[in-house]
């Protein structure tokens, strides 16, 4: 037996520390006294080993009940008793038939083992009579399921009857110093085994009734935020009962009070209410319902009365209650007024509010900010609706930490009248002129059916931000076009660039933010006007002017996870007659393949005659070009598998024409002739090909090859403007006349239907559509035809009589109006030789 206990010891001693083998050695001894009224009960947890467990002279046991008079000594049969049990030490204390025993309630009996304990404080009295708890240090609510950072917790109850009610559980160095309570208290202090706290920290004194449930005192001597909550939470307050808190403050703090959670129950008689004193109000109590915004920037003590109603038996409904209360000093601006004039505005909402809002709200901790209606009606964040005017102050240390939010509306109701009407979309003066910082401004705009919208920017003109063209003004704008299932991230755009208007076929948002504080500089220049325009059929256009010698650069929306399937995008690029235009990929593929369908980059100039540049997504994209005339780039996409996105950049470089003619002239008069060559007799072939057999026309059925609506833009007695029409070709149209060879067949004429629904033309239309031939496919291409399942599935042939008016013909006489182009010159000649 020594031998054993000599090894265990040396095993403690290498497991554990000293304190803990010294503790193993010890026995304890409790004496109870009768009169105390105290048992203490040591139990063990289910999960300790069975070699843990206490003696008591010679026998083991898992549990010890030591009761009032009993006098034991017991030991542990293991080193680290702390793991295993604990304890609960329960007094009871009668005031009903004997002497209360007022004054500070200790922790008795000494010399308990360093077990967890709960002292448990069951104090039974008449509910004629309050008592009341006072705490020493002061104590702080924690909502349940929290935990204490000292793991030293108090629960409050109260007993009246048989009925407890959980008034709350707290910590402690809170601002609660005091609780008042009618009737019994069940009270239980929760200290872990390693605490040093010897004291209970709260004294016992009896007061005249309170007539309510219970009364929670609260000091607040500086700046702070206190959390609480109604009795039982998150459960039901009880029926009809009554209670108050009291905050106590200097008189020259203010405190501002915000219902975070709340719920009501169903009433059947009264109401659910809250009442405050507030020293100095001439109509107290001034009563709220939850539901209210709740008094703010109150000047010292006052007290808030939570009061129930008779509940509906069938369906009581919870009454609950989690509230803050922030005391702040006064601020320096809390008289100083701003003027909001939204009186004149149309459906717009301006929120102002603390940073973050509302994913974030501020840490308890933060100093807060408030925005105030009137003197007493403040919040984190106040909503202003457009029709009336403002008279608003904040509470706020710090003003920059505070954002305006704003969303105006603006959709079409009768379409005669806005389809005429140009809207502005700039921020109202009334916003900009308050010192607080602008972080959105967002129009919704709302397109009627079959219409459009169209976005411009006059006298800025807009750029759009790319990696390698970054916005670095004080705002920019964010355009998402959403339609009921999808949304396209059009892009973001700063004023200061190229771009001239966008057109777009969905609804649209149009977001300013704000960077820095130099918008409230510019603020005065802004230039965004919106109208609404015939439906378009591409998802957008963009119209586009490059200032000479400058860069633009432009990208596909969505960038960069790629356009959606199926979506067809245009760039009209204005070339002015003394300009030239470079316009250049930034890389050489469209780095796609396609699932369903086929997606192309179309190119053309918009001259008579016009060669169209085509490129399919398996085909290298265009090497950077001069172009001498406004054109058109066109983007429609396929299907793409998996993991491939359509993202393209290009840039158009617009520079005097002379110069760089010259270069051209130079490079070609040297080179240029044998490549020359080369297309011209590629291109009569295919030319004399076309024109003797019928033609097989495709339509791609997912690129819209409808014109945006673009009225006033050309000016030509002609409706050139048609002539950007993608007529997206495949090989079938080039190859067709050999797939006609190779089958023997006989087909019917064969044109290229192109659907238009557009604008018809004064003068004769231009000759039905444009030559349909790819350009580089001149030089000699050796690939196979595709077979006819291929293009099937995608494609749609139309065959219909070709029309008296003969390509031939277009083609001579738009001849004839030579051109400055070279590359077009020699082009032209070769497809009419
Ligand atoms: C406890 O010890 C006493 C004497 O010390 C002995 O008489 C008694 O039998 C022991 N009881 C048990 C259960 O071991
Ligand atoms: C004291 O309590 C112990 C343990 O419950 C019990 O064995 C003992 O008989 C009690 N003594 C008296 C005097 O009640
Ligand atoms: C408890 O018992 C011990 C010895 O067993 C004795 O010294 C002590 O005085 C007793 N205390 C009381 C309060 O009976
Ligand atoms: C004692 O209290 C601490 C802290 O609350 C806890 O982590 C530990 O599990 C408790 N021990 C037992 C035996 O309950
Ligand atoms: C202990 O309890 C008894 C019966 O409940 C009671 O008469 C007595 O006054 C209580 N003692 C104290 C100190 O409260
Ligand atoms: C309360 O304050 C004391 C002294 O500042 C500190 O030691 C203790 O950890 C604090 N307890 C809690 C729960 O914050
Ligand atoms: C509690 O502990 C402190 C030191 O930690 C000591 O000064 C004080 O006397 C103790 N109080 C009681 C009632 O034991
Ligand atoms: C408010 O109550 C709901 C429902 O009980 C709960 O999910 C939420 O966390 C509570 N919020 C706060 C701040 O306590
Ligand atoms: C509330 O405050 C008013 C005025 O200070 C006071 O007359 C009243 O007794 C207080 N009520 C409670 C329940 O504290
Ligand atoms: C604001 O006005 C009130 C009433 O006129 C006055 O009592 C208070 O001192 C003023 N506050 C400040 C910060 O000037
Ligand atoms: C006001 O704006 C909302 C969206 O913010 C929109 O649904 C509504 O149609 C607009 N009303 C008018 C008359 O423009
Ligand atoms: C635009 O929004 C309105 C109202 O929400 C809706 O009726 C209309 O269908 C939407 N238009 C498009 C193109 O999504």
Not at 28 to 55: E, G, W, Y
Not at 492 to 516: A, H, Y
Not at 642 to 661: M, P
Not at 758 to 776: A, E, N, Q
Request: proline share 8%; net charge neutral.
């Amino acid at each position: 037996m020594a031998a054993g206990r000599a090894l265990a010891a040396l095993l403690a001693a290498l497991l554990a520390a000293s304190a803990q083998r010294l503790q193993r050695e010890a026995s304890f001894t409790i004496s109870l006294h009768t009169m105390d009224n105290v048992t203490v009960t040591i139990k063990q947890k289910p999960s300790a080993p069975p070699s843990c467990r206490i003696r008591v002279r010679n026998v083991t046991r898992p549990e010890l009940k030591i009761k009032p008079g009993n006098n034991t000594t017991f030991t542990f049969t293991c080193s680290t008793p702390e793991k295993y049990f604990i304890m609960d030490i329960e007094k009871k204390i009668d005031c009903v038939s004997g002497p209360c025993p007022f004054g500070d309630v200790h922790l008795y009996p000494p010399g308990l083992p360093r077990l967890n304990r709960t002292f448990i404080w069951d104090v039974k009295a008449s509910t004629k009579a309050g008592l009341e708890l006072k705490f020493t240090p002061w104590l702080k609510q924690i909502e349940p399921g929290e935990t204490c950072p000292d793991s030293l917790s108090y629960n409050i109850n109260s007993c009246i009857d048989q009925a407890t009610v959980n008034i709350g559980t707290f910590c402690r160095n809170g601002s609660v110093s005091r609780v008042k309570l009618l009737g019994g208290v069940l009270m239980a202090l929760q200290l872990p085994w390693n605490s040093p706290v010897n004291t209970s920290g709260f004294n016992i004194a009896n007061r005249a009734s309170i007539k309510r449930l219970c009364i929670i005192e609260s000091i607040l001597k500086e700046e702070s935020s206190i959390t609480l909550m109604s009795p039982n939470y998150p459960l039901g307050f009880p029926e009809d009962e009554l209670m108050t808190w009291q905050f106590v403050l200097p008189s020259n703090m203010r405190a501002s009070v915000f219902f975070h959670n709340y719920s009501l129950s169903n009433c059947e008689r009264k109401e659910e209410r809250v009442e405050y004193y507030i020293p100095g109000s001439p109509s107290n109590p001034e009563v709220f319902k939850l539901s209210d915004s709740q008094p703010a920037n109150i000047a010292g003590s006052f007290n808030l009365s939570l009061q129930g109603c008779d509940q509906d038996a069938q369906n009581p409904g919870i009454l609950r209650l989690l509230f803050q209360v922030v005391v702040q000093h006064p601020q320096v601006d809390e008289n100083v007024t701003h003027l909001v004039d939204l009186s004149k505005e149309w459906n717009t909402t301006v929120t102002i509010h603390f940073e973050g809002w509302p994913i974030r709200t501020p840490l308890m901790s933060e100093p807060i900010c408030l925005i105030c209606k009137d003197p007493r009606n403040c919040d984190r964040a106040l909503t202003l609706v457009s029709g009336a005017i403002y008279k608003i102050s904040f509470l706020c240390k710090d003003l920059s930490r505070l954002r305006i939010t704003a969303e105006k509306g603006i959709s079409c109701v009768d379409l005669r009248w806005c389809q005429r009407k140009i809207y502005s979309l700039s921020v109202p003066s009334a916003i900009t002129q308050l010192p607080i910082r602008l972080h959105k401004f967002i129009w919704k705009l709302l397109a009627p059916d079959l219409n459009s919208i169209e976005i411009t920017s006059p006298s800025l003109k807009l750029q759009q931000h790319v990696p390698e063209q970054r916005c670095n003004t004080s705002y920019s704008y964010s355009i998402v076009s959403a339609t009921p299932e999808t949304e396209l991230n059009v892009g973001v755009f700063c004023p200061g660039g190229s771009i001239e208007k966008i057109q777009m076929r969905n609804n649209i948002t149009v977001s300013l933010k704000t960077f820095g504080k130099g918008f409230l500089n510019e603020s005065n220049h802004q230039d965004l006007k919106m109208s609404f325009v015939p439906h378009i059929k591409d998802e957008c256009t963009f119209t586009v002017s490059p200032e000479p010698k400058a860069k633009a650069y432009l990208q596909t929306p969505n960038w960069p996870y790629g356009l959606p399937p199926y979506v067809s995008i245009s760039w009209y690029i204005l070339v002015p007659s003394k300009q030239v235009a470079r316009l250049g990929f930034s890389k050489d593929r469209m780095g796609i393949v396609c699932e369903t369908g086929r997606a192309y980059v179309n190119i053309k100039e918009e001259t008579p005659g016009a060669e169209e540049t085509v490129r399919r997504e398996d085909e290298l994209l265009p090497q950077p070009r001069s172009m001498y005339h406004n054109f058109w780039v066109n983007v429609s996409n396929c299907k793409p598998v998996e993991r491939t996105q359509l993202t393209l950049q290009f840039q158009v470089t617009s520079t005097e024409k002379q110069i760089d003619l010259g270069v051209i002239l130079a490079v070609v008069a040297g080179a240029g002739v044998l490549t020359a060559i080369g297309l011209t007799v590629c291109c009569v072939k295919k030319k004399k090909k076309k024109s003797q057999d019928p033609m097989v026309g495709v339509y791609n059925p997912n690129v819209n090859t409808q014109m945006p609506g673009k009225q006033g833009l050309f000016t030509k007695g002609r409706k050139t403007n048609e002539s950007h029409v993608y007529a997206v070709i495949d090989d079938a149209m080039v190859y067709g006349h050999l797939l006609k060879e190779s089958n023997g067949l006989v087909s019917p004429e064969v044109d290229v239907y192109r659907p238009f629904d557009g604008p018809v033309g004064s003068l004769p239309p231009s000759p039905p559509p444009f030559s349909f031939r790819k350009d580089i496919k001149c030089s000699p291409n050796t690939e196979d035809p595709p077979a006819l399942t291929d293009m099937d599935h995608d494609t749609y042939t139309f065959a219909h009589q070709k029309s008296g008016q003969s390509e031939d013909s277009g083609d001579t006489s738009e001849e004839k109006n030579t051109s400055t182009s070279l590359l077009e010159d020699k082009e032209q000649d070769g497809s009419v030789e």
